[in-house]
């Protein structure tokens, strides 16, 4: 019967103990009547094992109204974080809603006028530029970088559109100097007199994303005697990345709607919204923009008369930016007729041309964003002697890197490959390069394209339209790509359009310079000295051979 007992009780012992940790209390209770059943002859370790078993089963009790109230504590934090998180998103919902009702009134006219374009004549149509423009301003940062690039996508856009929504880059409102001060000392962790020694209230520029202050930098060191640092301090507006992130839902929203409407479906705005998004985040995220100066310093470090601003670590926060402050005065300034800056101007030309070109061939990373207010000037002052005998170099500066753009290798020779068929007057050539500039190539009638290509490079390769500049021939290429629906690669007409503003502003400055045929010519160089090496290497190659 003893045995039989303790059988049955270890039993017990061990379905207990199998049972997880949370039943060890009653595993020793168990333990402890085996042990008093079976070994009576030990009266004192049998009451010694019994009264650890019942401390052991109040120790479970304690343990199991603990585990209780800690369950309903987290049960009530949990439903309150539930609320809080419906909440939310009630009121994120709502504040979504009233966005879009704002928009909707807001691109009414424009929407409404649209129709009416193609009857009403020219007047009507200058009207509704004027109205898309003002209203792409009151809609809000996004709209405004929307507006910014699109006007870099002429094969999407008609060509009038393109032209105002580049002036989009104009001055943008302000915000105050305590947002400003609030902002850099909760990016840093420190005062601002702790960080600058004198820091003007009052912004020196102000874009749609951010605001520049000039300031300067205190030094750690006082006892030394060092030349006080003028900085720029670049410091992101307030509430632009919530506004961007709901403006980005309902564009993302109707770039979807679109793929469903036939005539809107071969823009591809889902690939487009997605190619602006990554644009966007350059533009918004101030540390982005400080790893872009790094790199285009880097690849331009032998370059005496090019340079970039230089971002001081560890200042560099995704809202504010802190870099030196570059003198200089704006390109915009030598577009106009200057008695006796020819020779300068020419030089500015030059020195633009080959910084472009050796972004775009050597190391396939190009400044995207090069309109006139982006570069800065800086003459290096001399005497009348050195005047007089010696050229004088100026200096580019190169601003703003947010928006830049890289070529895979095959983008990169089929846009090479364009530009020099456009200088040559290839026709044949440029319609198929053009074509090969997407990998997603949805073209109705590319037979039609390459056949008008032809036509209009026949003409332009007469004595009459050798007087049409290349710009405007690459301008006519861009107008039959939007008319025959030719896909283009956002990065790759991106820097079509780049080189388009760079030869622009290039023959203000040089009437007889001609960035086509110098890309030809670098373009051709950079080949030459390729296939040099590559005859190099297949020489050592074939002497090294056993």
């Known amino acids: 019967m003893t045995y039989q007992a303790w059988l049955a009780l270890k039993r017990l012992f061990e379905r207990f103990t199998l049972s997880g940790s949370g039943f060890r209390p009653v595993s020793k209770f168990a333990q402890a009547v085996a042990l008093f059943i ?174 520049v202050h000039r300031a300067t930098l205190r030094f750690r060191y006082p006892n030394q005697e060092v030349k006080p640092m003028v900085v720029a301090v670049k410091v992101r507006h307030p509430g632009v990345s919530e506004s961007i992130r709901r403006d980005f839902v309902i564009i993302n929203s109707v770039a979807k709607l679109s793929m469903f409407i036939p005539t809107l479906k071969w823009w591809r705005l889902d690939e487009s919204v997605q190619q602006f998004s990554v644009f966007m985040m350059s533009q918004v995220d101030l540390a982005r923009e400080a790893a872009h100066l790094s790199r285009f310093i880097y690849n331009f470090r032998h370059h005496k008369d090019v340079s970039f601003p230089k971002p001081l670590y560890p200042l560099v926060h995704p809202a504010v930016l802190v870099e030196t402050y570059e003198q200089g005065e704006c390109v915009s300034n030598y577009l106009q007729e200057l008695p006796g800056q020819d020779q300068i101007k020419a030089a500015v030309a030059h020195s633009g041309t080959k910084a472009y070109l050796k972004m775009l061939l050597v190391d396939n990373y190009i400044h995207a964003d090069m309109h006139p207010g982006n570069i800065l000037v800086r003459v290096p002052q001399s005497n009348s002697f050195w005047k007089k005998h010696f050229k004088l170099k100026p200096h580019v500066i190169f601003l703003d890197v947010g928006m830049t753009a890289e070529l895979s290798k095959t983008d990169q020779v089929n846009l090479v490959g364009l530009f020099k068929a456009i200088a040559r007057r290839d026709g044949g050539t440029a319609a198929e390069c053009t074509l090969r500039l997407s990998n997603k190539q949805k073209c109705p009638n590319p037979e039609a394209f390459i056949e008008e290509m032809k036509e209009a490079f026949t003409f332009w390769g007469s004595p009459e339209g050798d007087l049409i500049h290349p710009a405007e021939c690459m301008n006519q290429v861009l107008e039959k790509v939007r008319h025959h629906r030719v896909n283009v690669d956002g990065n790759v007409c991106t820097v079509m359009v780049t080189t388009l503003v760079l030869e622009g502003w290039q023959r203000k400055l040089d009437p007889a310079y001609n960035v086509m045929q110098t890309l030809q010519m670098y373009a051709g160089y950079q080949n030459s000295k390729l296939e040099w090496a590559e005859s190099l290497s297949y020489t050592i190659q074939a002497l090294m051979a056993p």
Not at 86 to 111: D, H, Q, T, W
């Open 38 to 211: 079976t070994r009576p002859n030990f009266i004192v370790p049998a009451t010694f094992a019994i009264t650890s078993g019942k401390l052991g089963w109040a120790q479970r009790s304690l343990a199991e109204t603990d585990h209780s109230k800690n369950t309903l504590y987290i049960r009530a934090q949990d439903g309150h974080a539930f609320i809080t998180s419906l909440l939310l998103s009630a009121l994120e919902g709502l504040i979504l809603l009233l966005r879009v009702l704002y928009l909707g009134i807001l691109f009414s006219p424009s929407i409404m006028m649209m129709p009416f374009i193609a009857y009403c004549g020219p007047d009507f149509r200058r009207l509704w530029l004027h109205v898309v423009h003002r209203t792409l301003e009151k809609a809000g940062p996004a709209f405004i970088k929307w507006g910014q690039w699109a006007a870099t996508r002429p094969d999407l856009f008609p060509r009038d559109l393109c032209i105002k929504l580049s002036e989009l880059h104009m001055k943008a409102p302000e915000h105050s100097f305590a947002y400003t001060k609030k902002t850099i000392e909760g990016a840093f962790g420190r005062k601002l007199p702790e960080i600058f020694e004198n820091f003007e209230e009052e912004p020196v520029a102000s874009g749609s994303i951010a605001q």
